[in-house]
């Protein structure tokens, strides 16, 4: 450990005192900020607030822009259904005309 009994050195010492002021700097610096942001916050949570709103509004713009597309989707959907469905048999048609033979055989005598 140290002798705390022998003088001071002069370059500890000059060390110390650079950073001294170095601290004080940086207390007066963030004083005068603190001051500026205290003094700009009810601007700058207005401005938040605007830009909050103007992103809310474009968000239920695109959602009303969306919502007609969504509606018609599944109309269309229905009606290609059934323009396929008029076009083209579905699987079970092959396996149709079977299963009313065998009806018709059980009704027999």
Known sequence: MG???????????AIVERLRQRIELCRRHHA???VRYE??????????RRDKLVLHQKYLETRSK?????????????????CDSEL?????AASEPRNLTLI?????P
Not at 3 to 13: E, L, V
Not at 68 to 80: D, S, T, Y
Not at 88 to 92: A, D, I, L, Q, T
Not at 104 to 108: F, I, P, T
């Open 88 to 92: 083209s048999p579905g699987p079970n």
């Open 39 to 48: 003094q700009n916050q009810p601007q700058r949570i207005e401005q938040e």
């Open 3 to 13: 002798d705390y009994n022998m003088p001071p050195n002069p370059k500890h010492s």
């Open 104 to 108: 018709a055989v059980s009704l027999l």
């Open 66 to 82: 969306k919502t007609p597309k969504a509606k018609q989707q599944p109309e269309n959907n229905r009606a290609l259904k059934n």
């Open 32 to 34: 005068v900020c603190q």
